[in-house]
């Protein structure tokens, strides 16, 4: 174990803490990655002829993998941050690292208080190659790595440390760093496959299908969700994707694997069409401005329902999957809610005092009512 000096700190229920590492620590600890397209290597590019960095050494310490959410190394910024290190330890007059990096870790790390003040202590962290892995700084870090040919002594580094957090939320924080307070092209993130940035199947394919959903020409639902907290959509992605997760899920306690497999290999065809079948069955709540049907409360409810109709196309003999089914199942949703049901001054403004939760279930419970009646 490595032992450090740090601060716990409370935000909204999460924990993580500050803490500071001599440069040889972190340099020994962390894993530098970057993403990988399946097997597409970069181009290579033209070096400098004149280069402070050994590139040979540099590169055979960065990994490649397609679960990695790291951008490409940029040589450019690389070199200027060895020549501004280089500098600074030269002058002795500027930090090199003023402003932490933020690491995350899959290894939980254990917080012991010293003293009176609880939020004050030592940390301890598996001293393990690897062991943590880099949000947001790796390319201080490789500059780091890079400088005074391994020279790194007198040097510290603050670092910000989370150890709670899911593979979900690390890359919901690390679009929010680069996306919206960088200049990092956001569809560097958004355009990604699930697979490649959740490691956990079902968020992955969660991802995909609102991807689907948002992007699709056919889409009703095209330009309306706003994708890893980028876009101009109204519709959160983040809430329906917990919504998708959980509906997986559910098939596959109720009806067991081989059907739940079944169901997440045909899951954008089904919700593509299913969300289609919705537009028709309700044409001017979806098309009105004075509706609330395309809010996130509304769509996750439809999800909740989606066993049900499928239970219920097969019960009319049909494809569970295929639009004009799905339509016919949801029939009766047309005599027993209507557009009226969405209108945003009416009974959903009254049934929103409940909270958005209880909006959610119990619109899902009407649905569900509606389809058996």
């Not at 959410?69 to 690389?78: A, F, G, H, L, S």
């Not at 027993?336 to 005092?353: C, I, Y």
């Amino acid at each position: 174990m490595i032992t450090v000096p740090a601060h716990r700190v409370k935000q909204y229920g999460v924990e993580f803490y500050q803490a500071v590492f001599s440069a040889k620590e972190i340099d020994r600890l962390v894993r530098f990655e970057v993403l990988s397209y399946g097997g597409v290597k970069e181009p290579p590019r033209r070096r400098p002829a004149r280069s402070r960095v050994n590139w040979e050494i540099l590169e055979s310490r960065i990994g490649e993998s397609q679960e990695a959410y790291q951008r490409p190394v940029i040589r450019r910024k690389i070199e200027e941050l060895v020549a501004y290190y280089t500098d600074c330890r030269e002058a002795g007059k500027l930090p090199a690292i003023p402003g932490a990096v933020i690491i995350t870790s899959e290894r939980r790390f254990t917080f012991t208080p010293a003293g009176a003040h609880r939020s004050l202590g030592l940390l301890e962290i598996p001293e393990e190659p690897g062991v943590l892995r880099v949000l947001d700084g790796q390319h201080r870090l490789l500059a780091l790595h890079a400088t005074a040919d391994g020279d790194l002594t007198g040097l510290d580094v603050p670092a910000v440390l989370f150890d709670t957090l899911d593979a979900q939320q690390i890359v919901e924080m690390f679009v929010t760093i680069n996306a919206k307070h960088t200049r990092l092209n956001p569809s560097h993130i958004v355009s990604l496959s699930g697979r490649k940035l959740y490691p956990d199947p079902n968020q992955a394919l969660a991802h995909d299908i609102i991807r689907t959903l948002n992007e699709d020409d056919t889409s009703p639902l095209q330009g309306e969700i706003k994708m890893l907290g980028i876009g101009r959509g109204r519709v959160a992605q983040a809430p329906l994707a917990e919504e998708i997760v959980d509906l997986f899920e559910t098939v596959e306690k109720l009806a067991g694997r081989a059907k739940a497999q079944d169901f997440r290999a045909s899951g954008r065809r089904f919700f593509l069409n299913y969300v289609k079948a919705l537009a028709q069955t309700f044409p001017h709540a979806w098309a009105g401005r004075k509706y609330s049907i395309k809010t996130g409360a509304a769509l996750r409810a439809f999800v909740r329902v989606a066993p049900d109709i499928m239970a219920r196309v097969r019960e009319l003999k049909g494809d569970p999957y295929e639009l004009r089914a799905i339509r016919e199942a949801i029939r009766p949703w047309t005599q027993r809610l209507a557009d009226r049901r969405f209108e945003t001054e009416g009974e959903w403004r009254q049934k929103l005092a409940g909270g958005t939760r209880g909006t959610v279930e119990t619109l899902a419970r009407e649905l569900r009512d509606a389809l058996r009646a």
